[in-house]
């Protein structure tokens, strides 16, 4: 089946700072998606980006479908950007989601 | 943005216990899936279903069992707990490819 491969698996940062982080998938995908897992738990969707580019406010996103990989940006991080931040995508009519290891974000004050 | 919910929030429970973890969605989607998470590891699906009657087991094998009686309706019933299920339970839905999750269940069992 399909793989996928964040990095890097964690991250420290200084509030303020900028980060990218990176999704490599190892087949053609129909769905990738962007999460946010906060500390209660709860996943937060942040894109639905199969292909091309998005943003939203502090955050965006770029997946370049031909080469299999998606990034992350997050510019002038926030502590509240702390978290474990997946990739997950689809590539059959399943709709089911694979989801990389995750990256896990620290952000200082 | 899709409304789930999922009761209860957290459980705390004894082994051979039988358990139902409750999940709804007020969107009116299609298909809906069951996901497993150890923690800080990724997410597996463990089921899911395409619509009312229909139900599937996922990648991860799990002992658990689902109905979908209710197109809002995907509830996740354990017959007899173990300590090997503790774990965080969490129920998505969309309509086409976007999955929109609700709030988790964290499942210890002793």
């Known amino acids: 089946g399909i793989q996928v491969e964040q990095s890097p698996p964690d991250l420290i940062l200084q509030e303020g700072a900028n980060s990218t982080l990176r999704c490599n998938f190892s087949?053609?995908?129909?769905?990738l998606q962007w999460f946010h897992q906060n500390p209660w738990g709860q996943l937060i969707n942040l894109f639905y980006i199969p292909s091309g580019t998005k943003q939203n406010g502090r955050l965006s996103a770029t997946t370049v479908a031909t080469e299999r990989y998606s990034l992350l940006y997050i510019s002038s991080s926030q502590t509240t950007d702390s978290g474990v931040y997946f990739c997950a995508v689809t590539n059959n009519q399943g709709g089911k989601l694979i989801f990389g290891q995750g990256t896990e974000l620290s952000v200082k004050p | 943005e899709a409304d789930i919910y999922q009761t209860p929030r957290y459980l705390v429970i004894g082994t051979g216990k039988k358990i139902t973890l409750e999940c709804s969605q007020t969107m009116g989607h299609d298909k809906m899936y069951w996901y497993q998470q150890d923690p800080g590891m990724e997410l597996h699906l463990i089921h899911y279903?395409?619509?009312?009657?229909?139900?599937e087991k996922g990648d991860l094998s799990s002992e658990s069992t689902v109905s979908r009686i209710r197109t809002e309706h995907f509830p996740l019933t354990l017959e007899s707990a173990r300590p090997s299920h503790t774990s965080q339970y969490l129920c998505?839905?969309?309509?086409?490819?976007?999955?929109?999750f609700g709030p988790g269940t964290r499942l210890t069992v002793t």
């Open positions: 998505a839905s969309s309509e086409w490819y976007e999955q929109y």
């Open positions: 279903s395409y619509g009312v009657n229909s139900t």
């Open positions: 087949d053609s995908v129909n769905n």
